[in-house]
């Protein structure tokens, strides 16, 4: 898909999905961020940059840890509600930007941490929005990428047709070996994972699917009960479920 088209699909879905997105990750991040800064290794004295940082929830709980966090969105929508996030929250440290991932609009090495979340996913050029995150961390500095991910080219089409369903802005879940291949060449690099756990109902209802996307994924999620082909643990107690899997993979420049 060319990067216009994208850019235009990631403009509509996130327009729509900036309030029931924020209200919806609100209520149970706290240990996923938890692990998100312990892992990106943030510190009070750094500088950090968070690439596609939708409605300022990492942003704003980084900023608790680093000197200062500099949140950078395509969605005005988004970067509104982080705003108003930040407000509030009393934070004074953040700043926020509507803008690309990439290029990022930052001079080389102007970071000490470079994070992003749930972004990945999003992205058509994922190898080129990774050089944008290293060019603007400073050598020695730590890049940081919190996503959803799959394990076989077979998994990911699946999964990939699953979630386009759903939201069409979703380009791929880059598969385990994807990622490595992008932090090779880093050091100490960490891995760590979670899962994310939704009934599909509420999310469903926080969502802008396709025209008959809907029915399409509800009947994959149940279709892989006991399957497993997709992923995701899908299972049925007291409706259908299931979890997104997340890999927060960091490494240092
Ligand atoms: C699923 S949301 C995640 C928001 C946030 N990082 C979080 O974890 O709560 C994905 C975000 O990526 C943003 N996005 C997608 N493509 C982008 C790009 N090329 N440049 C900047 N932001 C982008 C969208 O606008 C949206 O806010």
Redesign the pocket.
């Known amino acids: 898909m060319a990067a216009d088209e994208q850019?235009q699909l990631?403009l509509d879905q996130?327009t729509r999905q900036a309030k029931p997105?924020s209200e919806m990750?609100a209520r149970d991040d706290f240990e996923i961020h938890r692990l998100l800064i312990a892992t990106a290794g943030i510190t009070p004295v750094d500088e950090v940059l968070?690439?596609?940082?939708?409605?300022g929830?990492?942003a704003c709980e980084v900023a608790k840890a680093a000197k200062h966090v500099t949140g950078?969105?395509?969605?005005p929508a988004?970067i509104e509600q982080a705003g108003k996030r930040q407000q509030s929250l009393g934070l004074v440290n953040l700043s926020w930007i509507v803008?690309?991932?990439?290029p990022l609009p930052f001079a080389e090495g102007s970071f000490d941490k470079v994070i992003?979340?749930?972004?990945f996913h999003?992205?058509t050029d994922p190898n080129g929005v990774f050089a944008e995150m290293k060019r603007v961390c400073r050598t020695g500095g730590r890049v940081t990428i919190a996503d959803v991910f799959t394990n076989t080219p077979e998994q990911a089409a699946a999964y990939d047709r699953l979630e386009q369903w759903r939201d069409p802005s979703h380009t791929h879940a880059l598969q385990l070996t994807e990622l490595e291949a992008l932090f090779a060449g880093m050091t100490d690099v960490r891995w760590e994972f979670y899962k994310y756990l939704v009934k599909v109902d509420d999310l469903l209802s926080r969502s802008f699917p396709v025209c008959g996307g809907t029915e399409a994924f509800r009947e994959a999620v149940a279709a892989d009960i006991g399957v497993g082909k997709l992923g995701i643990g899908a299972s049925r107690e007291d409706g259908l479920r299931f979890s997104f899997p997340v890999v927060i993979v960091s490494g240092i420049k």
């Open positions: 850019r990631i996130f997105f990750h968070d690439v596609a940082c939708g409605p929830l990492v950078i969105d395509l969605t988004m803008g690309d991932a990439q992003t979340r749930y972004s999003h992205f």
